[in-house]
């Protein structure tokens, strides 16, 4: 009997003999079966959502001067924009059943797409080591309050950044997440059908707490200052625009989890379960838990990190500093430990397995030494802000091929064919239109998160145009789709390209 977590840990798939090695290993090819459901997709959002820079970034919104019902209005709106996005993303790889990378090869050729491939994989290397420092924080409470003896002398001196009670909680947290991806696909659905509903109970118990706590005598009113007119329409924009772009790595590489998927339905079903649906649950705890924290403690906590630290109770604080390591491990192996399984397996699939692809991806997190980062605005900016924004272009350009030119259709086989005259060859593998298209896109996504920026540090530290640097993604999206659009027509590039039905069932193959 085959164990797909084992000898198949991305799932079994379907190889034909005349796939090119250059382009394929079990990890790439086809799914032999799409198994998962509505409630899958669901509980994947729901461990996407729940972790401590979700948290972090909703309640962020209230420092702009957004009142409780804008800041939820906000948060509901930019998850339905996340919502129609995914769902247009998810379409050619369910169809197909090959992951992101695999998918791109029809927008940028089949060895071109390396090119996006490589950009998603190091975004999510450097964000998956962060992650890990979010959650190891929490971990480091829990040690705190359970054996003060023992971890208030590992907090007394610190190496490279971070203490030793840090990189005993890192650790642990690196090697809980690592055994977990080896087990493969499987065991990492199991862990997320659970993880997802499981801290969604102990939020929910730890937001009523709080309020039994302050008797709830709340204000939702949590900002110091009031805005009105356009200066408000636009801070709602920017908060709309925050939300989409939080979403912007899962939502582009989504395509690994849509591959899973039993029909194209049960995404779109999951979908709106695990976003509007579940956001709107999402916002209300994290609203009202912000509220409650201002009678609480005399003022307002947006990190929950903080807050689970400031509690009363040891039980309390276990169980939230728990709940934490969970949901960031959920949001941490899905968005970005995945992610860069498949991208770097991409690269070179004979020597990189989807199992080695994620390994380097953990290690490269390690390196890159994640607490300095995360404490480092101008280092943020300037590599994952700036790498963040090609993340739209990228998005734009792949909707615009499969949409706009190529009318939703896309011919499986072809995605793994080294022949010249090969539906995605395009010139030596490449798809100049893609690669000029993200060049044009990058250069106005990039500008504007840049420029302002260099506005500021020329002048007096702030810049009139601080407010394009919060649309960079929509703007290398809505860049990316028309230029690709326009070049491709050009270059005739569905002219040159020979597609299949998109209601013709995945190949079967000879293996």
């Not at 509505?38 to 420092?63: E, P, Q, R």
């Not at 790889?93 to 797409?113: C, D, E, K, M």
């Not at 090119?115 to 409470?141: C, K």
Request: net charge negative.
């Amino acid at each position: 009997m085959i164990n797909d977590a084992t000898d198949h840990p991305a799932g079994e798939s379907v190889i034909k003999r005349d796939y090119h090695p250059r382009l394929t290993n079990e990890d790439l090819a086809p799914l032999k079966k799409q198994t998962w459901s509505s409630y899958n997709i669901f509980a994947f959002w729901m461990s996407d959502v729940h972790s401590v820079g979700g948290y972090v970034t909703m309640g962020a919104l209230f420092a702009i001067g957004l009142t409780a019902w804008q800041v939820f209005v906000c948060l509901i709106v930019g998850i339905v924009i996340v919502q129609f996005f995914c769902n247009l993303v998810a379409k050619p790889s369910q169809i197909a059943g090959v992951p992101y990378p695999v998918t791109s090869r029809a927008s940028f050729g089949v060895l071109g797409a390396n090119i996006p491939a490589i950009i998603r994989g190091l975004i999510a290397v450097a964000w998956y080591g962060v992650q890990t420092f979010l959650a190891a924080q929490s971990l480091n409470i829990v040690f705190l309050k359970l054996w003060p003896d023992f971890a208030v002398p590992l907090t007394q001196h610190e190496f490279l950044g971070l203490s030793a009670l840090g990189y005993i909680s890192y650790a642990i947290l690196w090697v809980l997440q690592a055994l977990l991806f080896w087990r493969g696909m499987e065991m990492i659905r199991r862990f997320v059908d659970f993880a997802g509903p499981a801290v969604y109970v102990v939020m929910l118990v730890m937001c009523l707490y709080m309020l039994f706590k302050v008797d709830f005598k709340i204000d939702l009113n949590l900002s110091e200052h009031q805005l009105g007119g356009w200066t408000l329409v636009w801070a709602m924009c920017g908060a709309v625009a925050a939300v989409v772009s939080y979403f912007s790595g899962p939502m582009l590489n989504f395509g690994d989890f849509s591959r899973y998927a039993r029909s194209f339905k049960a995404v779109r079903r999951g979908n709106f379960l695990g976003l509007p649906i579940n956001f709107i649950v999402f916002s209300l705890l994290t609203v009202l838990t912000a509220a409650a924290t201002v009678p609480l403690y005399g003022e307002l906590i947006t990190d929950p990190i903080e807050t689970v630290e400031k509690l009363d109770s040891t039980f309390a604080i276990v169980l939230g500093g728990a709940t934490f390591v969970i949901a960031t491990i959920g949001i941490n192996i899905v968005a970005n430990f995945i992610s860069p399984a498949f991208d770097f397996s991409h690269v070179d699939p004979q020597r990189i397995s989807w199992r080695a692809g994620g390994m380097i991806a953990a290690v490269g997190s390690v390196l890159l030494t994640p607490w300095n980062w995360y404490n480092n605005d101008e280092a943020i900016f300037w590599t994952l802000g700036i790498l963040g924004a090609l993340i739209g272009p990228l998005f734009g350009i792949l909707i615009s091929d499969y949409y706009m030119i190529r009318s939703q259709r896309i011919e499986v086989d072809e995605l793994f064919t080294m022949e010249e005259d090969g539906a995605y060859w395009y010139q030596k593998g490449t798809n100049m239109a893609a690669v000029h298209a993200l060049l044009i896109a990058g250069f106005f996504s990039l500008g504007s998160v840049i420029v302002p920026r260099l506005w500021a540090m020329l002048g007096d530290g702030s810049s009139p145009i601080d407010w394009m640097s919060n649309y960079s993604w929509f703007i290398g999206c809505g860049v990316g789709f028309v230029a690709y659009y326009f070049i491709a027509q050009a270059m005739e590039v569905a002219a040159t390209s020979r597609c299949r039905d998109e209601d013709q069932p995945v190949p079967t193959a000879v293996v």
